[in-house]
């Protein structure tokens, strides 16, 4: 296990941060923010805490529900929440790759039938259309983040046109939105990855920005297996960057330019 994070360590990243920033806005230039966060499918104590913390601090926190699972009882708790829009998290969240093989989990894999896929994809869509309304976005989030080259092929003719999956690369497609910089450390025990690993992450990806500066930097969650380390870089985070001059976060809806894309396709040939 590494060791944990010091006073000295969250300091470091605070100051890292704000001068990336400070850098960005003493240029009259802004970094893009945004926030995804994984595997809603109820409320929780949890989504409430995510949901608090969105709403301090005016932000969108894009809610990656898995629609299988998804519950009225969460439609209805978002109903009025105007930072909360909501993404397609696959169908069911559920491996389909063969892990005696040494495959990698995924939901959207090369193993997956395509007519078969496509239905429970259509299934999905529809079925957060109807709980959800105009804060559906027609955007999938592959579980585990990993989709086959024809899976993604096959999204625009579904109705859903936007993607957003874990990479640093910017993918020339005007739909597609990537997160680069997960909390969570998975391995072994999961927890935050801690402040000197969020440092690190963090310039990369902000000096990256400095000559890419179209890319939205996302931020990746998962609120229902966050730790107290967790909650506490959110609130360091968002302190500084969701109100600096050097940043700004755009509306969810508008990142993806897709917002009712899905309404022309139906009827269309899935």
Do not use: Y
Not at 56 to 78: E, F, G, M, N, S
Not at 243 to 252: D, K, N, R, T
């Amino acid at each position: 296990m590494t060791a944990p994070s010091s006073p000295s360590d969250l300091v470091r990243f605070k100051t890292s941060l704000t001068t990336h920033l400070d850098w960005f806005a003493e240029r009259g230039r802004k970094v893009r923010f945004w926030w995804r966060d994984d595997d809603a499918i109820e409320p929780t104590p949890q989504l409430e805490q995510l949901l608090q913390l969105a709403n301090t601090h005016h932000v969108d926190v894009a809610l990656a529900v898995i629609p299988k699972q998804a519950t009225a009882a969460l439609a209805d708790r978002l109903k009025n929440e105007r930072h909360a829009p909501v993404l397609q998290h696959g169908w069911q969240h559920k491996n389909f790759q063969r892990k005696d093989l040494g495959e990698r989990a995924a939901e959207l894999g090369f193993r997956r039938d395509l007519e078969e896929l496509g239905a429970q994809l259509s299934e999905g869509k529809a079925k957060l259309e109807e709980l959800f309304g105009e804060k559906f976005i027609p955007a999938i989030v592959p579980p585990w983040n990993r989709i086959s080259p024809e899976v993604s092929r096959a999204l625009p003719g579904l109705g859903l046109p936007g993607l957003s999956t874990f990479t640093w690369h910017n993918f020339p497609n005007a739909h597609q939105v990537q997160c680069h910089v997960d909390i969570i450390k998975w391995k072994r025990d999961v927890r935050f990855i801690g402040w000197g690993s969020a440092l690190r992450k963090f310039d990369l990806e902000l000096c990256r920005r400095r000559t890419n500066p179209e890319e939205p930097l996302g931020l990746l969650t998962h609120h229902l297996v966050h730790d107290a380390g967790c909650w506490d870089f959110l609130h360091e985070f968002l302190t500084i960057a969701a109100h600096h001059p050097g940043a700004e976060w755009p509306e969810v809806k508008d990142l993806f330019g897709c917002t009712r894309v899905a309404e022309p396709s139906k009827g269309t040939a899935a």
